[in-house]
């Protein structure tokens, strides 16, 4: 167990549907990250919070939106979902927003979202 | 633009042979380099990374990985793989804003 929880870890829904992602962070830390890994895209860098603010953007479609709340856990929401947007879908978390020595990335295993 | 390739999707050792994966980046500084492991059904465990000082880094379960700047490659290694070593190893690099960005991965089969 990573301490990074995701849910749900299976999610199948329908074209033009909308879901919603949870996370939980690692406890302490304050950053969470969004991933998408697909067949043909690979691990593909979505979006980052740090403490309740945005702090970057990645590949992440304008269907697609997040949040992170007060109590740090994240949502991941994905609406007009099409066939290409089933994929496994990683949070993961750090401590700081930045790159440190001792600043490293826990992953979460993962929502795995279907789309039909 | 920070990138990384992994050379070979897919690669196949015997039980008991060295497994060599191989990852080479792209950085116009000096980069963070991380390798990652995903066992089937699970998500990414990080296996070691490079951040400054010592270039041979050693990591979880025999793994070991060597910076080289002069090749800007950081392959991972173990001198003798074992069947609960088949799994998919992702290299990533990161830099500043600790965004990891990933290789394509590399299967890692191990044959009896």
């Known amino acids: 167990d990573s301490g990074v929880t995701q849910t749900p870890k299976h999610l199948i829904t329908a074209t033009g549907q909308r879901v919603t992602l949870r996370c939980s962070p690692r406890s302490g830390d304050l950053s969470v990250y969004w991933y998408q890994q697909s067949l043909d895209q690979g691990l593909q860098f979505l979006i980052q919070?740090?403490?309740?603010?945005?702090?970057a953007k990645g590949n992440i479609l304008e269907r697609f939106s997040a949040q992170q709340f007060p109590d740090l856990h994240s949502e991941l929401n994905l609406s007009s979902l099409e066939l290409g947007d089933s994929a496994l879908y990683f949070c993961?978390?750090?401590?700081?927003?930045?790159?440190?020595?001792?600043?490293?990335?826990?992953f979460g295993a993962g929502s795995r979202l279907t789309v039909l | 633009a920070q990138s990384v390739t992994q050379l070979g999707s897919h690669v196949s050792v015997s039980e008991g042979a060295l497994v060599l994966l191989r990852c080479n980046y792209s950085?116009?500084?000096?980069?963070?380099l991380f390798w990652y492991v995903q066992y089937p059904n699970q998500g990414l465990q990080l296996l070691l990374k490079y951040t400054t000082g010592a270039t041979l880094v050693k990591g979880i379960n025999g793994f070991e990985a060597e910076f080289k700047k002069s090749e800007t490659s950081f392959h991972l290694t173990k001198p003798s793989a074992h069947m609960s070593d088949a799994a998919e190893y992702f290299c990533?690099?990161?830099?500043?804003?600790?965004?990891?960005?990933f290789g394509t991965g590399t299967r890692l089969t191990v044959i009896p």
């Open positions: 993961a978390s750090s401590v700081s927003p930045t790159a440190s020595g001792a600043n490293v990335l826990t």
């Open positions: 950085s116009s500084v000096p980069p963070y």
């Open positions: 990533a690099v990161s830099r500043g804003a600790n965004n990891l960005f």
């Open positions: 919070y740090y403490n309740g603010e945005e702090r």
